[in-house]
């Protein structure tokens, strides 16, 4: 087939290059910056049997017409996948969460397999790290060699989608925005790509068709998590469960073992995540880091809120914004502004690229999140400071 792949540097350059492999004759175009491939024009002038375009691409762009059918990054990495995939494969998609419930239910299955989330792809049981990579659905490619290079399971994030291509997919938001210039809804598009797994899972009050709620499998009561399926019945404790952020993805991880004949007790052991409400001391002073891809105003007061608990009445330093930009979402400066001010930290260091219009009188600003701690660490005094940009780390 003579296939053109949009979208070189979201994953398109891989896919492509996956696609020759497969035998067929591939054009890659750089549709956001002309920088890689062959140029639109000359992509203009040719004829093709096949589109391959990311989710997030404005469906009016001219290229898209150039073939009879038209797939996404995900559909053709599920079609790239099918003559080899892993033994066990898990997807997680969402617009929060996603990193939390991948690693959690990794944390259960045993055994061997490759965890792969925006933090890092790791070799399980020892944990050992392959390589960090974006969470576009050409990064499955990789990562899916590993697992049946060594027999494993994979557990993958992936945004703005699934491939279908495993065995299970979990939705971990029901939170939409905009994306593909603002012409279509993301969770639309998850949705619309969890029809092609074959087993799907969703939390509580995000209705599927087909779908497995989390609440059918297991429930959570304070700090406990009781679950049945089968024959697969039992509960755990974890004080996590008392915080928003890690509620839902645990429950999640929980409800998925059991879907997959595992038992989730061991999740009594999870221990917080770096950037995902991770407490350190030092000099006195207290930190609460939720600076990660799924940093939001929400979780912004979850961390504030917790910070308060640990720290008492010491002064609090926030420091929020959005280090760099992502494709599918941001950090609005009106959530941003909506999460100061229910928060009224005592110091505020605001990190990215705001109209200072935007931003309270006595905010200090910071080009990135390193930036932003030190100049956090300067005024906190050894008093409490929160994290909460959003980051890939």
């Known amino acids: 087939m003579k296939i053109l792949v949009l979208d070189t540097i979201h994953g398109g350059t891989e896919i492509a290059g996956a696609l020759e492999k497969a035998g067929h004759t591939v054009d890659a175009v750089d549709v956001y910056r002309g920088e890689g491939g062959i140029p639109a024009a000359e992509a203009a002038r040719r004829s093709y049997d096949l ?10 762009h001219p290229l898209l017409g150039r073939a009879p059918e038209c797939v996404t990054h995900h559909e ?19 617009a929060r969460g996603k990193t939390t419930t991948a690693t959690a239910l990794a944390h259960v299955l045993g055994g061997r397999g490759v965890l792969h989330t925006s933090m890092e792809t790791s ?25 049946v290079a060594c ?36 969770l639309t598009e998850k949705v619309r790509s969890l029809a092609a797994a074959p087993l799907v899972l969703v939390p509580k009050g ?13 429930a959570v009561e304070g700090t406990r998590c009781t679950y049945q399926y089968g024959k697969v019945q039992g509960s755990f404790e974890n004080p996590l469960l008392a915080l928003r952020g890690y509620r839902t993805p645990l429950h999640l991880a929980a409800a998925a073992a059991c879907l997959l004949g ?40 979850d961390a504030a809120a917790y910070a308060r608990a640990l720290g008492g009445g010491a002064p609090l330093v926030l420091v929020i914004g959005t280090e760099g930009q992502t494709i ?32 309270p009188p006595d ?31």
């Not at 053709?76 to 969402?94: K, N, Y």
């Not at 944990?127 to 697992?147: M, N």
């Not at 995000?206 to 297991?218: F, K, S, T, Y």
């Open 123 to 147: 070799l399980f049981p020892a944990r050992q790290r392959l390589w960090r990579r974006s969470i576009t659905p050409a990064s499955v490619l990789p990562a899916a060699k590993e697992a």
């Open 206 to 218: 995000v209705r599927v068709p087909g779908g497995v709620v989390a609440d059918e499998v297991a």
């Open 328 to 359: 599918c979402e941001g950090f609005p400066a009106a959530e941003v502004q909506a999460a100061v001010a229910a928060i009224s930290p005592d110091r505020l260091v605001v990190v990215g690229d705001y109209d200072a219009a935007d931003l």
């Open 51 to 60: 589109v391959v375009a990311p989710v997030h691409l404005d469906p009016d």
């Open 363 to 393: 905010a200090v600003t910071a080009t990135d999140l390193e930036d932003g701690i030190r100049r956090a660490e300067q005024m906190s005094n050894g008093g409490t400071i929160v994290l909460a940009v959003k980051t890939w780390r």
């Open 262 to 301: 595992y038992d989730p007790a061991g999740l009594a052991t999870f221990a917080p995540l770096p950037g995902r409400m991770a407490v350190s001391r030092e000099a006195g002073g207290l930190t609460v880091d939720c600076a990660n891809s799924g940093a939001c105003r929400e979780v912004a007061l």
């Open 76 to 94: 053709a990495v599920r079609r790239l996948l099918a003559p080899c995939r892993p033994r066990m494969m898990v997807e997680v998609t969402g």
């Open 151 to 186: 027999e494993g399971w994979l557990v993958a994030e992936e945004s703005l989608g699934v491939s279908g291509a495993g065995d299970l997919a979990i939705l971990t938001s029901g939170d939409d925005y905009p994306c593909a210039a603002g012409k279509k809804r993301a």
